[in-house]
């Protein structure tokens, strides 16, 4: 494997993230870990149904190769003033949604140097915890830098901390957290990107199922499951309302 250059922030940052998961006893499983590169660059497009998910993914990759992951991340985060500068150390990428060119162009060389980048295709958290409508970034980036996307499915994450709901140590500890990793898919150059991103839709939702499926706690009527599943979170009609009406305020403006 090539040595990398030291990191100290980032690697400070997984040392603090690997002692949090372990007082909380989390406890992971992965499935499709062979379709994780451990050379190259690479678009990881993972669902996004918990805040701690850039977190989770990034810990699973350390463990499995040590890589690092570059996330596209909203540019409030890094006006933050503690947690900015954390950002910037560990080279995440600020896209400001008002206006992402800067960020693409960004995005596209990290990749092109060998780079792992973490997207979040569906945007913002999901709170349906079902798999939303796909932006094509993901597809866009992968075709210009000449690298595959590979998807990846996390469920349980959102246990740990996500929108619309308090969270508590007692349902986060020992809380089971599943990871499916799909087979990488290879983007060509003049790919039909609206294809490639209804495929990759398709993949992620698949994946979310069978963890879904295999999840070793039962989630009937608990706010952490799907609805169509019988649980009790919002469904994806119900979760657009409340993140169109969030939008509206948020872009208000002040009195």
């Known amino acids: 494997m090539t040595r990398r250059a030291r990191e100290p922030i ?25 379709n994780l590169p451990d050379t190259g660059g690479a678009v990881l497009a993972i669902t996004h149904f918990g805040y701690a998910d850039f977190a989770l993914v990034e810990w699973m990759t350390w463990h499995r190769n040590r890589r690092h992951i570059r996330f596209l991340a909203k540019k409030g985060a890094f006006d933050q003033r503690l947690v900015g500068p954390l950002l910037r150390g560990m080279r995440h990428i600020s896209v400001d949604m008002k206006a992402g060119a800067a960020a693409y162009v960004q995005a596209v060389a990290a990749l092109r140097t060998g780079e792992l980048l973490g997207v979040f295709p569906e945007g913002g958290v999901n709170a349906s915890f079902t798999v939303r409508s796909l932006k094509s970034g993901a597809i866009r980036m992968a075709a210009e830098a000449g690298v595959p996307v590979v998807p990846i499915a996390v469920w349980g994450g959102h246990r740990l901390l996500t929108k619309n709901h308090r ?32 495929r990759l839709h398709t993949t992620l939702q698949a994946l979310v199922d069978k963890l879904q499926a295999g999840y070793p706690e039962d989630g009937a009527g608990a706010w952490w499951q799907p609805q ?6 919002p469904t994806p009609e119900q979760a657009a309302i409340v993140e169109a009406e969030r939008r509206r305020l948020r872009d208000l403006p002040p009195v």
């Open 10 to 34: 980032y690697s400070t940052a997984i040392a603090a993230g690997r002692a949090v998961f372990g007082l909380l006893r989390l406890t992971p499983s992965v499935t499709g870990l062979a």
């Open 167 to 198: 969270p508590s140590l007692r349902e986060a500890f020992r809380a089971p957290i599943g990871f499916a990793i799909g087979e990488p898919i290879q983007v060509p150059a003049d790919a039909d990107v609206q294809e490639l991103t209804l």
């Open 228 to 233: 169509h599943l019988g649980g009790s979170a």
